[in-house]
């Protein structure tokens, strides 16, 4: 297949200023492209020795257009599995583009979206999940982001769909057994025995396949502050960024936007936002900001209920209270004045008190937050891409289907085709045949040069 294939070029570092840019190659024309592009300084260096060789980027005149290092890896023991080249030169755009454009003058062609990793996937180096996940982990943020991609990358979600329609293939094997030989084979056995393998795999694939997991590991926990005004929202997100960034102010429903700021707790990635005062208001840009609020409280994976704990509860905290579920920490704000807040009102959630002004008790907050952010996801492989999550949930859908149908007594080959059509979208999981359009669209959203 390589030998057809021309020869792709591009800048693999990202845009903007560095101390090194990396002008990288691959293609069956690498090593000619390299030796004409770079002059190693030590005319008797060998290039082809997978080392670092010092020396110049040089033009078509053989003039130098910048200190440079440079590598030939030989197929197929590359990211690509063919032969790849690499110059690393100085940072920024000029130096790159430079060394670019001689190689593309050399024959070389500039690499689209992912080609590279494309090629990658269509050499048999990674799969299309595996793909997927080089893209997810270029984009990580945090811990248990890096963590999900790199098991991905490293064929965890492939292994376990490989498991997954193994299993099903005995199934199905077993199921035309009882078909063939009916004598032999107890139908109803092999009902019941399918039935409880169904639902059993239907659950793993489900709980792999959790799109609220899914979503913070990909994008991070969204966690909503909100509370009537005036209780100290601001003030506590401010504290808990310890960042100047929300506007404390003493007018009430000041706040009319919602302002969210990123922070990492315990790996993971929290978007905090803001929201203004949820309550019901004749002013029409706040109630804008109020539709808003109740909607990221809707999504969120954790809510911040912010009460005045110097005052009793108004009718409005109480509205705010009715909505409280295991997504809620309470946070009795405003510890340092007389308490008056009466706490037998309050419905079943964790109390936290503080001080937002001082930051006293954000500590406590912020570790029954990751407490709360933690009983989210376990450490399993999970479907992270929306494209394989769709197929997965799709897949334990049909199975949940079968397992229902021989519940109701239906004989086993009744389930069998939707058994394989799972047993297919599975597969699309991973690519084994997937059409030219869906590997085209996959690739088309990577980074030029990966
Ligand atoms: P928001 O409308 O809920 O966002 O409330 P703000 O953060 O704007 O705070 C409203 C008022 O309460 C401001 O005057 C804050 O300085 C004050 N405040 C906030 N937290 C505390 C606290 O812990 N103790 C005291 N005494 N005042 C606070």
Known sequence: MTDARDTIAAISTAP????????????????????????????????SGRRLTYGAAVGAGGEALDEAMAVLLRAPHTY?????????????????????????????????????????????????SGAEAVMQIIGAQGEAAR??????????????VGEVVGKLTDMLSRIQAAVDFPEEVDEAAVGAQAREELDEIAARIERRADPRRARMLREGASVVLCGRPNVGKSSLMNALLSA???????????????????????????RLSDTAGIRESE???????????????EAADAVLLVL?????LREEDRALLRDVDERYILCLNKRDLIERLEEGELPD????????????????????????????GGEEECFTVERQLRLA??????????????????????????????????????????????????????????
Do not use: W
């Not at 560095?18 to 004409?36: D, F, M, Q, T, Y």
């Not at 859908?397 to 085709?417: M, T, W």
């Open 244 to 270: 100047e960034r929300a506007i404390v102010t003493d007018v009430p429903g000041t706040t009319r936007d919602v302002l969210s700021e990123r922070f990492t707790l315990g790996g993971k990635v929290v």
């Open 393 to 450: 949930r799709e897949a334990a859908a049909l199975l949940r289907d079968c397992a229902r149908a021989l519940g109701e007594g239906f004989s086993p080959d009744v389930a069998a085709p939707d058994i394989l059509k799972a047993c297919e979208l599975l597969d699309n999981v991973t690519g084994r045949d997937a059409s030219e359009e869906v590997i085209s669209a996959i690739f088309a959203n990577f980074c030029v040069g990966k």
């Open 16 to 47: 903007g200023e560095g101390g090194i840019a990396i002008v990288r190659l691959s293609g069956p024309c690498a090593e000619k492209i390299l030796r004409a592009a770079f002059r190693p300084a030590n005319a008797q260096a060998d290039l």
């Open 349 to 376: 959630a964790p109390v936290v008190r503080l001080c937002a002004r001082t930051g006293e008790g954000v500590e406590e907050l912020l570790a029954r937050l990751a407490e709360r952010l933690r009983a989210g």
């Open 80 to 128: 690509t599995r063919e032969d790849m080249a690499e110059i690393h030169c100085h940072g920024g755009e000029a130096c790159a583009a430079a060394v670019l454009r001689r190689v593309l003058s050399l024959g070389a062609r500039a690499a689209g979206p992912g080609e590279f990793t494309r090629r990658a996937y269509e050499n048999g180096r990674v799969d299309l």
């Open 308 to 312: 005045d704990a110097s005052q009793p």
């Open 283 to 297: 002013d029409a840009i706040e109630s804008m900001g109020v539709e808003r609020a109740r909607g990221e409280v």
């Open 147 to 160: 963590r999900a991609a790199l098991r991905q990358m490293r064929g965890g979600v492939a292994s376990f």
